[in-house]
């Protein structure tokens, strides 16, 4: 059976630090991997997704990148962190419609 | 611009009544819809999903509704159950392979009190 691990759970950073979120799935081949966003009381937001090794689509300029060094790796990083990146990041992956989540990571930038 | 929307905040209902979650969309290119449950601190979970060929999905106490027409879907849950209190978020996807867009509302909390 597939599965999504992602980490950490929650972070704190200090503004200007820089950031990396990992996300890896096991148990399929050539999914579509997404970094979604969650701020406090709106919806979810999509960020970045690839459907592919080194393919990165993003959907909202930000102070956020993305990478897909593997097939089922997918990273989340920063240069530079802002108060304003703070929120809950879920990675998910799909290989038709449905998109199955990781358990998010909350990220506090301070 | 939303081409996912749910309207509604929030929804307060009796246990054993039924819930309806409400959803528009947009984009008459989007052939696929889905709803997700979240709790808070977890990822949403898949819950229901419906293809625009059909009008209606069930699986047990979870029925999804589709109006092409009108560009409207809703969720039912019948009857609710506490447990089903959480934030639920309606998705939409045109699928292409070479996109892979899903793209949410931004959800409904529902709240079931006994």
Request: aromatic share 12%; net charge positive; glycine share 8%.
């Amino acid at each position: 059976s597939q599965t999504i691990h992602q980490w950490p759970a929650t972070l704190v950073q200090p503004v200007g630090s820089p950031l990396s979120l990992e996300c890896t799935v096991e148990g399929t081949s050539n999914p579509n991997l997404y970094w979604y966003r969650q701020a406090a009381g709106r919806g979810l937001q999509l960020l970045f997704y690839s459907v592919g090794i080194g393919q990165i689509s993003s959907e909202v300029p930000q102070n956020l990148s993305a990478s897909r060094p593997q097939d089922r790796q997918f990273i989340l990083s920063s240069k530079k962190l802002l108060l304003s990146d703070s929120g809950f990041y879920l990675c998910a992956w799909s290989v038709r419609y449905e998109a199955f989540f990781g358990q998010g990571t909350r990220l506090t930038v301070v | 611009d939303q081409q996912v929307k749910q309207n509604s905040p929030s929804l307060s209902v009796q246990e054993g009544r039924i819930s309806i979650l409400n959803c528009d969309y947009t984009n008459s290119m989007f052939d696929y819809f889905l709803w997700y449950k979240k709790y808070p601190a977890e990822g949403p979970t898949f819950l229901i999903s419906i293809s625009s060929i059909k009008d209606k999905n069930e699986d047990g106490r979870f029925t999804v509704f589709l109006n092409k027409s009108a560009k409207h879907l809703s969720l039912h849950i019948v009857p609710s159950q506490p447990g089903d209190s959480a934030v639920y978020f309606c998705a939409a996807s045109a699928w292409d392979r070479s996109q892979g867009n899903l793209i949410f509302g931004k959800g409904t909390k529902l709240s079931v009190k006994p």
